[in-house]
């Protein structure tokens, strides 16, 4: 890892503590940098009702939004899980990616003894449902 | 509005602004306050695919999750919309109120022009499901 | 019971061993039927990713929306659990029952020993979230 | 396309009329194929809430699961939109592809003029989430 993505591993694996799975017991945590190198974290959260679960890569994005952080945009989102291999995020995470992340930043797989995998949006969901597609559809 | 409803309600209302919401157009925005007098808030963050969107209410809940909230509950949660009523949360936001927040602790809904009518949490979702009935399924 | 609520119950107890819940091991089961007398069931389908997990309730709607059932319409919805009280279904499930059934239809909540409540969709979701609300935000 | 996908193009075509849209004006259908030969459509179905809403790829598998149907795997499912490109499936739907079909079984995209792209499972979502990621973290 390069010295951003250790700094965001660092950051993900000490959040880890704060996942609130009580259902799975599976933690997981995410953090994300964006072009001015501000920061943002996020946790799996769970619900009795299995449907209604956030998982911690869409917590961080949407912490990212919530702080008006739109205008600048995010250049690399990390994912933590303690897993065999490094953790594969979700297809919904990848929908939420596609929605908010360029297609060629960088996406860093990571599990808690190290190992680590980068993928590129484009990579995670290739061939991606856009905005623009639901205009097309909806005009006819 | 009591004191603390006012200052949930005037965040709230300034936060307006970072709602995404590019295919509804409908901008929705949440604060909620803790026991201790912590405050955290959230927008709505829509997706082209629909299914992928996240309410404010359910932002809100998540960021104070996401900061290590839990010991410290939710006691009120206030929500504001843009309609010609105080705004309704949906169910699936009342479900995440269930998981997260006491039976009798408060949800303020709110429009733009101030009006505002107050629900317990129990109100808005009676009969709720929990964890142990998850357990008691899964048991047999 | 009366006959169609025991109908509905039977057709939905004997659907259990559909379900697919290889992570909560919990299984539900739902039935509905329309004013014309028509019914249709549904099961839980959960996911390794809890948050596209789809509940038993959902599943019956869906079905009978894609059986183009629209124009007729469910007059009482009936669900199941293997739980110690009649089951209590999750508030996504209660906001998809109420774009699509209305406020005074009946819901009857049941577990495998027989016990069962019944409730209206506005006693489950009240004060609920509308199609006028979504357009009284985004015309403003 | 092959006989079998012209089969799955006409079915689904005649089921976009099914789409339960309002909010997005966008009708989606879908159409699959087990094993066996057997057939299952699905629509997209909209929620005033936006994430309440299922997708029709989802609702096609739910309902070959609900029909119990997982002894029959699916062989191949065509999605059709009325899009200027073969429509893109979101990453909530790739996602309970990969927990429902195999990572080889196939999957057309087309449109409604009748053009058409085929992928693998495994091509729209790679390195995806399993079973097995779950039980590994859960177990440490």
Known sequence: MNEAES????????HLKD????YSHFQVA????????????GVN????????????ERTAMFNW?????????????LIIGNTDRPISPCGACRQVMS??????????????KGEFVR????ELIPYHFTEKDIEDGANK
């Open 119 to 122: 993928y590129t949006v484009d």
């Open 45 to 56: 959260i769970e619900n009795s009702s299995f449907g209604l679960t956030n998982c911690a």
């Open 65 to 77: 939004i919530n702080d008006g952080g739109l205008p600048d945009p995010i250049e690399q989102l």
């Open 99 to 112: 929605e908010f992340m360029a297609p060629e930043s960088e996406v860093i797989l990571t599990d808690t």
């Open 19 to 22: 996942s609130y799975s009580p």
């Open 30 to 41: 995410a953090a994300l940098m964006t072009e001015s190198g501000k920061t943002y974290t």
């Open 7 to 14: 700094r965001l591993f660092a950051l993900a694996k000490e």
